[in-house]
Structures are given as structure tokens and as C-alpha cells.
């Protein structure tokens, strides 16, 4: 099994580009799509990027998704941040049968 | 629209059984699979395990197989989540949720059920 390992948590000002970084401990992290989750206090997650770059309908393209094989890692890219965008992200992906989520990132928008 | 209805919030002791339920509607519920993901208190998500309504095909996240068991009444269109002798540790918000066509990547989220367990 692998891991996806976050940054605990990472900050900056409205109207900047933040991203947000996942790397996958083993195995190729191009071998699986990755997600990326928004998780505001006290409510569900919700989806802003899934399988890799993909936005789902209702999240606005300033959220981005990537990933680059030479450092195996995901990458949730934000930009024009907004106070609303303060939230935690989460990555996940999966193997033959299992999903593992990222520890996640807290995002604090100052 | 698809919605997925948790029950409510339970307040167990350490060694009391519990199953709590997901409900989902607007949707084929038995064709798409349902995860279970933990939440304790201030933490991350952990992913328990998942369900295939339409045949009972179930697969266990290695950490927490044998601590939780899972099942889906197709029927009603419900999941569930149960657990035998509770420990203060099982204590977290546990949220369902549903795929789309992929059944690697939860979709659609319940609004969790909070568990304490406190004696």
C-alpha cells in the first residue's frame, strides 16, 4: 500500500495563487487518478478536482489540478483566492481495491 | 439531485453495539458503490471500506477490517455501518458516500453521524 503525504498547512493573501502538493510515498503517481476534496468546519467534503484535472460543474476555474511525474505528486492549484476558499483539502486515490485519502492541508487565506 | 441521508447522532458506552444508516435516493442505489470514511475529532479522513449494493460485494480498508462491518439493504436503498463492542476511540463523525461510474472517487457525500462513545 502506498501513502499520499500533504503539507500540514499553508497560507496567503486574497487574489494569490496557492498550491497545494501531494506525493504518493510508492508507485507511480500518474498509475492512479488523483482527487482533491474541500472540506469547509463543520460540513462534508466536496469535490473541486477529480481524476487528476477535471472540474466537476459548479466549481469555478480558478481551482486547477496536475500532477508531475518527476516529483510523484499531485498538485491542487488555487488562484485569485477568496477568504470563502479557507477550508482543508484533502487528496485521495486508490490501488486494486482500496481508497487513501492525503492527512489534508489547512488553507488559510489572510 | 442525488442525496445521501445519514441517521442521527448517537451517544453509545464503551462496549455497546451500533449501526448507523445511509440512505440514498435520486440515484440507482444498487449499481454504484458506497464508502464509509472516518473523521475523529480535529483529524483527517480515513477511508473504513466500501460496499456494492447490488451484490453485497464489500471491501475492507486492512486498518479497520474486523472493527467494523458493513452491509447494504438494496431494497431500501440504505447502507450501513455497525460496530460490535464500541471503544472511546471509535468516537468521530463517520460519513458515507457514494461513486459515480468510477468506483475509486466518492461523488456524493452524506452529512456524516457523529458517534461518541463515553462512558
Known amino acids: 500500500n502506498f501513502m499520499l503525504t500533504q503539507p500540514h498547512s499553508v497560507s496567503e493573501s486574497p487574489g494569490k495563487t496557492v498550491t497545494i502538493s501531494c506525493t504518493r510515498t510508492s508507485g507511480s503517481i500518474a498509475s492512479n487518478y488523483v482527487q482533491w476534496y474541500q472540506q469547509r468546519p463543520g460540513s462534508a467534503p466536496t469535490t473541486v478536482i477529480y481524476e487528476d484535472n477535471q472540474r466537476p460543474s459548479g466549481v469555478p476555474d480558478r481551482f486547477s489540478g496536475s500532477i508531475d511525474s518527476s516529483s510523484n505528486a499531485a498538485s491542487l492549484t488555487i488562484s485569485g483566492l477568496k477568504t470563502e476558499d479557507e477550508a482543508d483539502y484533502y487528496c485521495?486515490?486508490?490501488?486494486?481495491?482500496?481508497?487513501?485519502f492525503g492527512g489534508g492541508t489547512k488553507l488559510t487565506v489572510l | 439531485e442525488v442525496q445521501l441521508v445519514q441517521s442521527g447522532a448517537e451517544v453509545k458506552k464503551p462496549g455497546e453495539s451500533l449501526k448507523i444508516s445511509c440512505k440514498g435516493s435520486?440515484?440507482?442505489?444498487?449499481?454504484?458503490?458506497i464508502g464509509w470514511v472516518r473523521q475523529m475529532p480535529g483529524k483527517g479522513l480515513e477511508w473504513l471500506g466500501i460496499?456494492?449494493?447490488?451484490?453485497?460485494?464489500?471491501r475492507y480498508s486492512p486498518s479497520f477490517q474486523g472493527q467494523v462491518t458493513i452491509s447494504a439493504d438494496k431494497s431500501i436503498s440504505t447502507a450501513y455501518l455497525q460496530w460490535s463492542s464500541l471503544k472511546a476511540s471509535d468516537t468521530a463523525i463517520y460519513y458515507c458516500?457514494?461513486?459515480?461510474?468510477?468506483?475509486?472517487?466518492?461523488?456524493?457525500w452524506g452529512q456524516g453521524t457523529l458517534v461518541t462513545v463515553s462512558s
Open positions: 458516500a457514494s461513486t459515480s461510474s468510477a468506483w475509486y472517487r466518492p461523488s456524493y
Open positions: 485521495q486515490s486508490y490501488d486494486s481495491s482500496n481508497w487513501v
Open positions: 460496499i456494492y449494493p447490488g451484490d453485497t460485494d464489500i
Open positions: 435520486g440515484y440507482s442505489f444498487p449499481n454504484y458503490w
